[in-house]
């Protein structure tokens, strides 16, 4: 089993959909939980990044963080095109050299 | 600003052929970091390096995998006798931040090889 599980779908939404992402993990010493987007082709970038438990907002995404629950979320309102691509939720411990550990990736797909 | 560069895009290698794989990272960037991305997975570890000096390398799969930054900028990833299974996209990212401080990893486009 790996330490990060993450449904790789695909996930097909309509335009200005909101969508969930999620991520469910094994090793309770993980302290920092990260959301990064990845196009086709492209390497991923960075979208959130929480530290600990509680939630984050900015802009049209929310992360969200249960380190009781060993499970992480990422909301996305008012979908877009746009945000048709790969989500990758990561992880890292602290003072591990901050290697992330990433889930397999979900794929969304937003409609017109 | 230039970001994390790669070279080359794409590799095709034969079976038991050595490749060298290069990773740029943004000017002044501390920290370095290759992943593996197989098909349809996400990013796995394989070696850190802080300036020059390799602080991890746990996530090598065998020793035909060699990674150096000798002057603590430019990074080469060496695969020797690639084998089939080595077929993947190798990332780099470079990170401000040193092992002891929690900052982004900003990555290249990878380098796609396919090792026939």
């Known amino acids: 089993q790996k330490e990060v599980e993450q449904d790789p779908g695909p996930l097909s939404v309509p335009e200005g959909a909101i969508v969930s992402l999620n991520c469910t993990y094994s090793n309770s010493a993980f302290q920092y939980f990260m959301w990064y987007r990845q196009y086709s082709r492209k390497g991923p970038e960075l979208l959130m990044y929480t530290y600990s438990s509680g939630n984050k907002e900015d802009g049209r995404f929310t992360a969200q963080v249960d380190k009781s629950s060993k499970y992480i979320s990422l909301f996305i309102r008012d979908s877009q095109p746009s945000d048709s691509a790969t989500y990758l939720c990561a992880m890292t411990l602290t003072g591990g050299g901050n290697k992330l550990t990433f889930g397999t990736g979900t794929q969304l797909k937003v409609e017109l | 600003g230039a970001g994390v560069s790669q070279s080359p895009r794409y590799k095709v290698a034969k079976r038991g052929q050595d490749v060298a794989l290069r990773c740029d990272p943004i000017s002044g960037h501390v920290s370095l970091f290759w992943y593996q991305q197989a098909l349809g997975q996400g990013p796995e570890f394989l070696t850190y390096?802080?300036?020059?000096?390799?602080?991890?390398k746990s996530g090598l799969p065998s020793d035909r995998f060699f990674a150096e930054r000798p002057e603590g900028s430019v990074s080469t990833l060496k695969i020797q006798r690639t084998q089939q299974e080595d077929s993947a996209v190798y990332l780099c990212a470079s990170s401000p931040g040193t092992s002891g401080r929690i900052t982004e990893q900003f990555f290249g486009p990878g380098t796609r090889l396919t090792v026939l």
């Open positions: 390096f802080q300036n020059e000096a390799q602080l991890d």
